[in-house]
């Protein structure tokens, strides 16, 4: 069982920076693969970026290459998201995810609640 929780988000304008951060509880010793989506207002779940159980291997989505970077630190069992040169269209809820590397959300068995990033133009 893995439970995950999202901080970090909140309002920034266009151009600013967020950093995004997922805490993991596991009840296990296993060291997952993660990844962190991001849903807007009426449009459907898109990967945003991935990350292996090392931290040696990263994905991300082309929306968002160059802008964001994926990092974990296992010790902590964190998972984090630093976001630069933020958009309105980066607007969205974001989700931390476990267990996956993939693209596609139903890839991944476990879920954060989300937390909230606006970006005011």
């Known amino acids: 069982q893995v439970q995950l929780v999202e901080s970090g988000g909140g309002l920034v304008q266009t151009g600013g920076s967020l950093r995004l951060a997922c805490a993991a509880s596991?009840?296990?010793?296993?060291?997952?693969?993660m990844g962190w989506f991001r849903q807007g207002p009426g449009k459907e779940r898109e990967f945003v970026a991935s990350i292996n159980w090392s931290g040696t291997t990263t994905r991300y989505g082309d929306s968002v290459k160059g802008r964001f970077t994926v990092s974990r630190d296992n010790a902590k069992k964190t998972l984090s998201l630093s976001m630069n040169s933020l958009k309105p269209e980066d607007t969205a809820i974001y989700y931390c995810?476990?267990?996956?590397?993939?693209?596609?959300?139903?890839?991944?068995?476990?879920w954060g609640q989300g937390t909230q990033v606006t970006v005011s133009s």
């Open positions: 995810a476990a267990g996956a590397m993939s693209s596609s959300p139903t890839e991944y068995p476990y």
């Open positions: 596991v009840r296990t010793s296993a060291i997952y693969p």
